[in-house]
């Protein structure tokens, strides 16, 4: 981000006519899975899943950070090793476009209002 603007997106599929029953479309946010792409390039995949233990760990660490980005210190795995967790909170704008698409930008107080971060969220 240090280099300019990222933009993530976030792609899945809509449930075909054939398959789709009356009154059951899922919500945008509660699709299972995606492709992802890091401007404008492939980079995998994201799955949706529910917090576990460490999740709700980190969660508990930064919620009195209102701002910022920094690394957690390192927690002993399972297999004895040291590892660090970095994160990054900020306040993002939610826009809506439509039932199939949404974006969430990250505003920066100290840049021009031009988002550094941007996360769309498409059904195609």
Known sequence: ???GQVRIALECDKEEEKTK?????????EE???????N???CGFAVKRECGEKEWRV???VEPISMGAGVLPAE??????DEETMYMRAKFERVMGSRDSEAFY??????????ELSVYLLRV
Do not use: F, H, I, Q
């Open 32 to 38: 299972p899975v995606w492709r992802t792409y890091c």
């Open 59 to 61: 969660l508990k660490a």
């Open 40 to 42: 404008g390039k492939k």
């Open 76 to 81: 002993k795995t399972v297999a004895g090793e």
């Open 21 to 29: 029953k009356v009154g059951t479309s899922r919500k945008l946010l």
């Open 1 to 3: 981000m240090a280099s």
């Open 106 to 115: 990250m505003m920066n107080p100290d840049s021009n209002g031009a988002p």
